[in-house]
């Protein structure tokens, strides 16, 4: 449990793309550090060392994940 035992998900959306943000729990263990994640699917799948993928996925401190996920696009 990564993110405690009740993390709070928000879903957004960013450039038209389903996305969410996760929130640690009061219980998050000490060593994740107030980690949050920001996922966000991918306008289309890319393919990364022979490896597909459909989400975009940033660890980051919670403190700074609603900043980054306004800020956040994809380059063409």
């Known amino acids: ?8 998900t928000i ?3 960013i450039e038209n793309q389903e996305a ?3 929130f640690p729990s009061e219980d998050q263990p000490p060593e ?3 980690q949050a ?17 459909n989400y975009f996925v940033l660890w980051v401190d919670q ?3 609603s900043e ?9």
């Open 32 to 34: 994740m550090r107030g």
């Open 63 to 65: 403190d700074h994940i």
């Open 11 to 13: 879903q957004i959306q």
């Open 20 to 22: 969410c943000m996760i």
């Open 1 to 8: 449990m990564p993110y405690g035992s009740n993390p709070r």
């Open 37 to 53: 994640a920001l996922i966000v699917k991918y306008p289309t799948s890319i393919q990364i060392q022979g490896n597909m993928y």
């Open 68 to 76: 980054i996920s306004s800020t956040f696009s994809f380059l063409s």
